[in-house]
């Protein structure tokens, strides 16, 4: 993905989420919160919840197409002719129905040297799997079902919406709180307002950065359950075998990955303090708890 369509993807998406958040905030007539008469808690909560949920499930909505848009994602057609095209799409297809999915997803590919797969999507009837070219030119049929039975299970549990659910929650706790700190902090001052809006920025910082750790605890806490789901559906052995695979070529990385992408990887590996802030447990620890040893 080009740097010029990078920025605009940004631009827009951010366009969107002020415009859309711009008008709720107007249909709920949420009126300023810091007043004359001091804080306003209730218009104060109306405009974190709004604020803090908006933007979460906006990203959520449009999941589908930013993920296509930013791997340049080409979608499998349920009647192609390629021999290997419709045996991802069966082996995906299998899957589904053994997890109980009515509705099939998006099957796409994209070209990475990247061992890497993702499901994403707003809802389990709008979902995408979507492989990378690493993934099915350095892996076996079990390995690859085995990952994809991780990624189906990642839209059978729900936690494309989980995720984005704790997410807005977080960002409107983080936004409230900090608001409410520094208040208290200013004593609601009139001659004080730039030191509040420099302590609510300060606090909404190190609120983030520890919000930020728990909903990284809570992903790597859906990850092993994804993994367990796909032992379920395809076999234990063959999603410790992907796990295994995904050791030996983990140090294939693609440049385009973005940070905000790292959820839709499907092994990270971060050392020190980094590990706090892990969407994925270490590849040891899931293998150890598939064989029953952690």
């Known amino acids: 993905m080009s740097i010029a369509k990078r ?53 959520l909505a449009l999941s589908r197409a930013i993920a296509k848009w930013s791997y340049g994602i080409t979608l499998i057609n349920p009647a192609t002719s390629s021999a290997a095209e419709r045996q991802l799409i069966e082996m995906v297809h299998g899957l589904c129905r053994k997890a109980g999915l009515e509705v099939m997803p998006e099957i796409g590919i994209y070209q990475s040297d990247e061992v890497n797969a993702f499901a994403t999507g707003p809802t389990k009837s709008r979902a995408l799997v979507a492989v990378s070219s690493g993934l099915l030119n350095n892996m076996t049929g079990d390995e690859i079902e085995g990952v994809l039975g991780h990624e189906v299970s990642h839209i059978t549990n729900g936690d494309m919406v989980t995720m984005t659910l704790l997410q807005g929650v977080v960002n409107a706790f983080v936004m409230f709180l900090s608001r409410v700190i520094a208040y208290v902090v200013t004593r609601g001052d009139k001659d004080s307002r730039g030191v509040y809006w420099i302590v609510t920025f300060v606090l909404q910082t190190v609120f983030l950065i520890l919000g930020s750790m728990l909903i990284a605890l809570y992903s790597r806490h859906r990850e092993t359950r994804a993994d367990e789901a796909s032992a379920q559906l395809g076999g234990r052995e063959k999603m410790i075998r992907a796990l295994e695979a995904l050791k030996r070529t983990q140090e294939r990385l693609d440049p385009r990955a973005q940070p905000a992408m790292q959820t839709l990887k499907i092994s990270t590996e971060p050392k020190g303090i980094w590990r706090f802030f892990a969407t994925h447990p270490p590849l040891d620890e899931r293998i150890a708890h598939l064989r029953g040893e952690g």
């Open 7 to 59: 920025i605009f993807l940004f631009i827009g998406l951010n366009i969107l989420i002020i415009t859309t958040i711009s008008v709720l905030l107007a249909v709920f007539n949420v009126q300023p919160y810091l007043t004359q008469y001091g804080l306003d808690y209730v218009n104060l909560a109306i405009f974190c919840l709004i604020w803090g949920m908006g933007g979460a499930f906006i990203s």
